[in-house]
């Protein structure tokens, strides 16, 4: 088994773990908790193998405090995203719920829809564009406030 191999058994094993134990989730922080939980699989991964750890716990400790912030920082931004998306015209909100909760390709929507794929690349690329000043004026209001 390569390291890719390896990177996939344990991101599996993740995902299987946060859907099993998401009722466990205090509600707060979900891209920390769900890193915890990759750590904690990396680890007992690498033990696993009996693999070298590449990391001493004090070194693996550090990068998981140097990686709060930036965690943190993602959850702040998924928060404003979702109440971005409550501000979305009904039809934008419609487009985006096809391309990202449905899975549905641009061709796809298209014909649901009933526009052009050229337009609904346009239209995405616009509430793309509307969703991230959204999100970083919301992000401005929250330090100022």
């Not at 979305?88 to 419609?94: E, F, V």
């Not at 526009?115 to 100022?144: N, P, W």
Request: hydrophobic share 40%; glycine share 4%; proline share 1%.
């Amino acid at each position: 088994m390569n390291r890719q191999d390896d990177a996939e058994e344990v991101f599996q094993r993740t995902c299987f773990i946060l859907w099993k134990k998401f009722s466990q989730f205090d509600g707060e922080n979900f891209l920390a908790w769900a890193c915890s939980v990759a750590r904690f699989e990396m680890l007992k991964h690498q033990e696993s193998k009996n693999r070298f750890i590449l990391f001493d716990d004090e070194t693996t400790e550090y990068l998981a405090a140097a990686a709060l912030p930036i965690a943190c920082e993602a959850a702040d931004r998924r928060a404003a995203l979702v109440g971005c998306l409550k501000k979305l015209p009904l039809s934008d909100s419609q487009l985006i719920r096809h391309k990202y909760f449905d899975g549905l390709s641009v061709k796809d929507i298209a014909l649901r829809v009933g526009r052009s794929t050229h337009r609904v690349y346009r239209d995405l690329a616009r509430i793309h564009g509307v969703l991230s000043k959204c999100i970083d004026r919301s992000l401005a209001d929250e330090t100022v406030g």
